[in-house]
């Protein structure tokens, strides 16, 4: 079937250190978006990039479509860096419904 | 804009209880999703609204769920009866749809429900 894949599962970092979240997908999406699960469980959305890059001060994400991939850049991290990102696609042959995966865990040490 | 607003933030009732969940979603998004989070399943899209009319149902679990959206402003989500299987997080996120695709999704605080 069609799967969102998320790697690392979990992910320990000491502040002030760089990461690299990756999102595969098996088939076309329309739409790709990053979010980030803070400790208190709030959803916060934080790129929406079906393709190409985007920055967002100390966070940056690539989608590569034709590659099924997507990547969300950390750089310089902080405690507050710390929770569940999720990524979400929408999937070109299913219409409307975004599907996440199932999500990478930071922690962030201070 | 006061974002996508949810009520009650915890609920807790005893099973065969009717429980309901309200969702205000954001002025001038015309989609809606109604998502339930556990640990076992993760994030799961129950239904989902556009133009107030539901799209796709396909995720709701069973009879006992029920959603509607009587206008652009508000949604429900209400279980009758609630059984302890369906404690979990609820949450209701609201978009614009454009053309084919939606824009960016945003989400409510969540409904916490304990159904003991």
């Known amino acids: 079937g069609i799967q969102v894949e998320q790697s690392p599962p979990d992910l320990i970092l000491q502040e002030g250190a760089n990461s690299t979240l990756r999102c595969n997908f098996s088939?076309?999406?329309?739409?790709l978006q990053w979010f980030h699960q803070n400790p208190w469980g709030q959803l916060i959305n934080l790129f929406y990039?079906?393709?190409g890059t985007k920055q967002n001060g100390r966070l940056s994400a690539t989608t590569v479509a034709t590659e099924r991939y997507s990547l969300l850049y950390i750089s310089s991290s902080q405690t507050t860096d710390s929770g569940v990102y999720f990524c979400?696609?929408?999937?070109?042959?299913?219409?409307?419904?975004?599907?996440f995966g199932t999500g990478t865990r930071l922690a962030v040490r201070p | 804009d006061a974002g996508v607003i949810q009520s009650p933030r915890h609920e807790v009732t005893e099973m065969g209880q009717e429980v309901t969940l309200r969702c205000k979603p954001i002025?001038?998004?015309?989609?809606l999703f109604w998502y339930r989070q556990t640990m076992m399943r993760g994030l799961e899209l129950l239904i989902y609204?556009?133009?107030?009319?539901?799209?796709?149902d396909s995720g709701m679990p069973e009879d006992r769920f029920s959603a509607k959206m009587p206008n652009a402003s508000f949604s429900t989500l209400k279980i009758q009866p609630s059984e302890p299987r369906d404690s979990a997080v609820y949450f209701c996120?609201?978009?614009?749809?454009?053309?084919?695709?939606?824009?960016?999704?945003?989400f409510g605080s969540g409904t916490q429900l304990s159904v003991l």
């Open positions: 996120a609201s978009s614009n749809r454009v053309w084919v695709t939606n824009e960016k999704l945003f």
């Open positions: 088939d076309s999406v329309n739409n």
């Open positions: 990039i079906p393709s």
């Open positions: 979400a696609v929408e999937w070109r042959s299913s219409g409307d419904k975004l599907t």
């Open positions: 002025s001038g998004h015309n989609s």
């Open positions: 609204f556009n133009n107030n009319v539901p799209i796709d």
